[in-house]
């Protein structure tokens, strides 16, 4: 019986399974496998993601970035323009400028418009991390290429006992 024929015989399914099912045991734990990294990935996945939309929320305009600033410019300018108005009062020029609008003008614009910047550029740092995050995601599993090698192997061995070298280690049989 020639030894390619055997080969052939070793390589198909039906050969395969009249082996004990040696194929089918691999196949089975080699899907169960990548089933437990699929899910412990998404898992992964979903946490990372619920981080990202958590710092997306808090710097989207509405959201709790800077809040706490802006109230504190609203307190600092109920101050500033109340003490610029006494002084006018007592210079005895109370109401021949608009305080507010100088204020906002000097002071409240310029501040606003830094946070809101700071705001932006934090939004698109976090946007564009998670689209970095969801552009590296890789679906590794099922690898059928290593399984089809791990059935070559299993099929072009010896039915002697003998065991096929790992891979890039050599061994002499005497």
Same mark, same amino acid.
């Given at each position: 019986?020639?030894?390619?024929?055997?080969?052939?015989?070793?390589?198909s399914?039906?050969?395969?399974?009249?082996q004990?099912?040696?194929?089918?045991?691999?196949?089975?734990?080699?899907?169960?496998?990548?089933a437990?990294?699929?899910?412990?990935q998404?898992?992964?996945?979903?946490?990372?993601e619920?981080?990202?939309?958590?710092?997306?929320?808090?710097?989207r305009?509405?959201?709790?970035? !800077?809040?706490?600033?802006? %109230? $504190?410019?609203?307190?600092?300018? #109920?101050?500033?323009v109340?003490?610029?108005?006494?002084? /006018? +009062?007592?210079?005895g020029?109370? !109401?021949?400028?608009?305080? %507010? $609008?100088?204020?906002?003008?000097? #002071?409240?614009?310029?501040?606003?418009?830094?946070?809101? /910047? +700071?705001?932006?550029?934090?939004?698109?740092?976090?946007?564009?991390?998670?689209?970095?995050?969801?552009?590296?995601?890789?679906?590794?599993?099922?690898?059928?290429?290593?399984?089809?090698?791990?059935?070559?192997?299993?099929?072009s061995?010896?039915?002697?006992?003998?065991?096929?070298p790992?891979?890039?280690?050599?061994?002499?049989?005497?």
């Amino acid at each position: 019986m020639p030894l390619y024929r055997d080969y052939t015989q070793l390589m198909s399914p039906l050969a395969a399974d009249t082996q004990g099912g040696a194929f089918e045991d691999l196949l089975a734990k080699y899907e169960e496998m990548g089933a437990g990294v699929k899910k412990s990935q998404e898992e992964r996945r979903k946490t990372v993601e619920a981080i990202y939309n958590e710092i997306i929320a808090r710097y989207r305009p509405g959201g709790t970035f !800077g809040k706490s600033y802006e %109230e $504190q410019l609203q307190f600092q300018k #109920t101050q500033d323009v109340g003490a610029t108005a006494q002084r /006018d +009062i007592s210079r005895g020029m109370y !109401g021949i400028r608009p305080y %507010e $609008q100088e204020w906002e003008r000097t #002071t409240g614009a310029p501040a606003r418009l830094k946070l809101e /910047d +700071i705001r932006m550029e934090r939004l698109s740092q976090a946007q564009t991390g998670m689209a970095e995050f969801q552009e590296r995601i890789e679906e590794p599993y099922p690898d059928y290429s290593a399984l089809a090698e791990a059935a070559r192997a299993q099929a072009s061995a010896p039915q002697t006992g003998y065991r096929l070298p790992v891979r890039g280690l050599t061994t002499k049989h005497k």
